[in-house]
C-alpha cells in the first residue's frame, strides 16, 4: 500500500495559479501510474490528469489529462523526491474541489481510470 500526502490547496481568485504537491511513500521504479482526481460535495468524482512512469531512470513519461482542464493544468513528477506535483493554471471557479493524489488504477493508466488508493485530499476554492 503506497501511502499519499497532499498538499499545497487553498483559495484564489479566478484567473490565478496553485500548485498541488503529492508525497508518495514510495514508487521508485517504473510501470507506475499516478494521477490528480477532484470532487464537488453532491457530484461525482472526477479524474483530472494521469501520469505514466515508463522507467525510474530516464523520466520518460506519458500525461493525460480531462478536458476541463487541458492546456491549464501540469501534472508533472520527481521521481528522486517520490512526488507528483499539479500545477494549475487559469484557475476557474467550477475547478473548486477537493482534489486527491491517486494511484492503483484498475486498467490503463488515464485520467478516468477507476483508482484504487487515494490521499486524504487537499481543498482547492477559486473565487470568481
Known amino acids: 500500500q503506497v501511502q499519499l500526502v497532499e498538499s499545497g490547496g487553498g483559495s484564489v481568485q479566478a484567473g490565478g495559479s496553485l500548485r498541488l504537491s503529492c508525497q508518495a511513500s514510495?514508487?521508485?521504479?517504473?510501470?507506475?501510474?499516478m494521477g490528480w482526481s477532484r470532487q464537488v460535495p453532491g457530484k461525482e468524482r472526477e479524474g483530472v490528469a494521469s501520469i505514466y512512469f515508463f522507467t525510474a531512470h530516464t523520466g520518460d513519461t506519458i500525461v493525460q489529462y480531462a478536458d476541463s482542464v487541458k492546456g491549464r493544468f501540469t501534472i508533472s513528477a520527481d521521481n528522486a523526491k517520490n512526488m507528483v506535483y499539479l500545477q494549475m493554471d487559469s484557475l476557474r471557479p467550477d475547478d473548486s474541489a477537493m482534489y486527491y493524489c491517486?494511484?492503483?488504477?484498475?486498467?490503463?493508466?488515464?485520467?478516468?481510470?477507476?483508482?484504487?488508493?487515494w490521499g486524504q485530499g487537499t481543498q482547492v476554492t477559486v473565487s470568481s
Open positions: 491517486v494511484t492503483g488504477p484498475r486498467g490503463p493508466c488515464r485520467p478516468t481510470v477507476e483508482w484504487t488508493q
Open positions: 514510495r514508487y521508485r521504479g517504473g510501470g507506475i501510474c
